[in-house]
């Protein structure tokens, strides 16, 4: 089918009143077509937008998977535009990888929740008013609580029992409409210390520091108490620490970067070049990690259907698992075109660092999420 031939002779742009010689002005970019249209028109050029770009996702994806070092090579030679961008190929990768690591551990049981003792209102279903409710945990508190045999509990298994208390007490009081109780030893710590006042910094900052550090207090010191209210502060942890893992992972970049110019500063290659294959080996990665995430969650699903697919599925799984070192080395070889040996070395030397550097940034992540 032979494509239409339009004349743009007499036609100028909208935007900036230069002649058109296409359908995009080569002055400021503006398509000759107008947005207001039939909204047919509105949805063909939408259906071609997304068809275009599944079409990048396709000649990328693949290649990413199986093909160590191609997608760079054909970005160093200027074949670009089959392909999805390299920062938005890992962006995007990176958020979906988080996204499923974070349902399979609420999902599979990475992260237990002991909960169950502290369910229901126990012996508080008794009081009928708030102040009763309070009463009560009061006079267990000040009293103790004692084991089954009858010995007075002390040091932490007291502070769990209490907290079993607490949650059934608050459990009672959420039925009569009140608020529920505070935990003391936790708002005594918050109250008590821990203000920070650095002199350079201004006021607001100290104080903002102060408030993440009495929320990290706080969460560090229910996670330790158990029950419900340890249940709620392990999950605000979790969901503060995988929200700031793609931060991050952006910041490991420049510095992963920076360590493959150390290494091949004898090559005289662009700090840009060494960020792009930086780029595409943490697209790889995460690709590897959501597709372990999804295999995890399909062999959770259908093993108690089918048990014999768990075989096969755990056998996919470790293959990954072990394609991911010998890619990334394989990668470094035909990118950078040493031999087997100078690039096996420098290969151990970099993820050596690399493993510090994860470990740092991994630890980083979960101090901030450990403030929500």
Partial sequence: MKKELVSFEGVHCTNCGTPMQGEFCHECGQSIHGVLRPMHHMVEDTLEMILHVDGRVVHTLPPLLYRPGFLTMEYFSGRRQRYVPPFRLMFVLCLLAFFLCHLAMDNLGFV??????????????????????????????????????????????????????????????????????????????????????????????????????????????????????????????????????????FLLLPMFALLLKLMYIFKRRLYMEHLIVALHSHAFMFLALLLGMLLLLLRSWLVPHAAWVGLPLSFIGWVLFAWVPVYLLIMQKRVYRQGWFMTSVKYLFAGWCYVWLLGYALAFAALLGSTR
């Avoid at 084991?147 to 907290?163: H, M, P, V």
């Fill in 112 to 249: 237990k929740f002991d909960t169950t003792t502290s369910a229901g209102t126990a012996e508080f279903a008794k009081d009928n008013t708030p102040e009763a409710v309070r009463a009560h945990y009061e006079q267990l508190r000040q009293a103790g609580v004692k084991a089954a045999d009858g010995t007075e509990l002390q040091g932490k298994a007291l502070k769990k029992a209490l907290s079993v208390e607490r949650d059934h007490a608050n459990h009672r009081l959420a039925q009569l409409g009140a608020m529920p109780l505070e935990n003391p030893d936790a708002k005594g710590w918050i109250l008590e210390s821990h203000q920070v006042h650095l002199s350079w910094l201004p006021d607001g900052m100290n104080a903002s520091l102060t408030r993440s550090l009495a929320h990290a207090t706080a969460n560090v010191k229910s996670i330790s108490a158990g029950g419900e209210e340890g249940a709620e502060a392990t999950e605000r942890v979790l969901s503060g620490t995988f929200a700031v893992l793609p931060q991050t992972m």
